[in-house]
């Protein structure tokens, strides 16, 4: 027998008795506006927002937040590149990028959290080899709680796909907390209409 | 083989009073935290009740729901590995890596892995593996398994992690400063992700209805491990399944507010198909899950989803550290686990216990923890696996209890002996429980002899 055949059998032999799957409900008691929950839960993970008012400028607004940022890198064509991101390019080679700008499909109040694939993406590994990464969110497509993400259907045919709330970050030593563990140093989220 | 003795173990963790205060700390404050989300969450107690049935229901038809994930997995283009023990486990992972002619091996963290003991097996073969998860390349550094499942270096303090990389990675000795160390860490790994021959992670769930895994890290370092180089080996426990995405919902909810009292972590990561022109395998492991299944008592273990609540609200793993366990899974959840893996090696692991139940109350998933551990001292009993000390004590205390007059006679003789006996005769290696503690003054007088002088005539 095979290592699966094995492993099959020895779990439908031991099988316990058939459970019911119960169902699960979405959980829909967030009172209050989205965009204010998103952004609470956001800066509570080390997010940081940044106003983003009509009429601006979004590369002068880049260039106010990141002044010595040499490379920048954006998934988006709302943002100018300094060096154009091909989607083709080997990931390391993006291992300079100093500020990585990406939109974001939908954001999450429940965690302030943003869902970006390899659409959103264009190369998977910006949005963790980048020092900075400046994620755009309509504020209209922020959804209630992880039960409504979920329902998202793009978790279907995404290859890749991943909630990320705000930046890299570790306890490990005594619990002191780190921004920038191995991902990027600091998450920021612009409210852009699309 | 000798059973691990947990209790010697922890006399040592306890004589470093520094640490042993910081981990008691460090651990109740994240059970403090874990509190707070969950009582912020109306519905916290219907998603425990949730969680626990769809994880029932999951194992009560494994083996169709492994089927589907495999189907679905190798549609999206990944290669699924079956492997029935740790050795082929291990056997899998160093073919698939020696077909790809991989040297260099990135990683995030995964309890799988430690289990097999993959690490030395792949470094024997010429092999460098990079754990990349701060806390588990401490631990690998300093050649110590995890302590604990979620900080698997959470028993040591800065000065500890400063001297091990001082002495590895070439940090500045003496320097404790935490930022200086995560960043001298951050420096010393993006090498090794910007050049590795492949990338590997574990698993938190594993979805059946269309073959994509999650893994949940605060770093980024799994999303760096798979993302970067071209070839990524996921390690998956066959307990890891769910039927479907919106089951997600339930577990990530909880997951990381039962673990560090955080909403989510930072990075909820879902893996469904390679990108293009890379690949991606999937390791499915049984390693003993399957004949768990088969215990009666004991399959809802398999429940678990390694977010070590368990641990940081027991009060004798708080006290004891994470490696006096022994085994790669320590704490309550370790407890009933580890005997599993080996009987023997583990028979006095289910006496690392108060059985206050605390375990079972902030298990994010229900396991009835405090009643797999006395229930795994039944079966150390029956399989004569106790101690010396606490088999002749049970004798004992068994025959007094059940005889009547011999209780009241050993009742009255204790108090005198307790009040008149000198230190050694009461303190010694008979009665480990007065090792730290003093033994209650006895009363002046018993129960019995109080009813029988003032109530009997009633």
Known sequence: ?194 | MRPVDHAEASSHFIQATAHLEFHDRRLWDLRLKRDREAHGIAEWEDLRNLASAIKEHTLSHLADYLEQFEAKASKNGAHVHWARDASEHNQVVHDILAAHSAKTLVKSKSMLTDECDMRPFLEARGIEVIETDLGERIQQLDDEPPSHIVVPAVHKLRGDVSAVFARTIGSEPGNNDVHYLAEAMRQNTRPYFLSADAGMTGANFAVAENGSFVVCTNEGNADLSANVPKLHIACIGIEKIIPKIEHLGVFIRMLSRSALGSPITQYTSHFQAPRPGTELHIVLTDNGRSQRLGMKDFWYSLKCIRCGACMNTCPVYRRSGGLSYGATYSGPIGIIIDPVFDLRKYSHLPYASTLNGSCTNVCPVKINIHEQIYKWRQIMAERNQLPLVKKEAIRIIGKVMSEPRLYRAAISATGLAIEHLPRFAVYNWLNPWGRQREVPAPPKQSFRSWYLQNRRRQ
Not at chain 1, 70 to 79: D, G, L, N, Q
Not at chain 1, 106 to 135: C, I, M, P, R
Not at chain 1, 151 to 178: H, N, Q
């Open chain 1, 1 to 194: 027998m095979t290592s699966r055949d094995t492993v099959l059998a020895a779990v439908r032999a031991n099988q316990p008795a058939s459970v019911r799957l119960p169902a699960v409900p979405v959980f829909e008691a967030n009172t209050g506006p989205l965009i204010e929950q998103f952004q609470e839960a956001l800066v509570r993970m080390g997010g940081k927002l940044a106003p983003f008012g009509d009429g601006r400028d979004l590369d002068a607004l880049l260039k106010s937040l990141f002044p010595d940022a040499k490379v920048i890198c954006s998934a988006t064509p709302e943002a100018r590149s300094t060096r154009p991101l091909d989607k083709n390019a080997a990931p390391a080679s993006l291992a300079d990028v100093d500020v990585a700008v990406v939109r974001a499909a939908f954001g999450v109040a429940e965690t302030g959290s943003v869902w970006l694939s390899e659409d959103e993406l264009k190369v998977n590994a910006l949005a963790y080899l980048a020092q900075h990464l400046v994620v755009l969110l309509d504020p209209a497509r922020i959804v209630g709680n992880l039960h409504r993400a979920y329902g998202d259907p793009r978790f279907k045919t995404a290859r890749y796909a991943v909630l990320v709330t705000g930046p890299s970050a570790t306890a490990d030593i005594e619990g002191v907390l780190i921004h920038g563990a191995q991902g990027v140093r600091s998450l920021t989220v612009l409210m852009v209409p699309l």
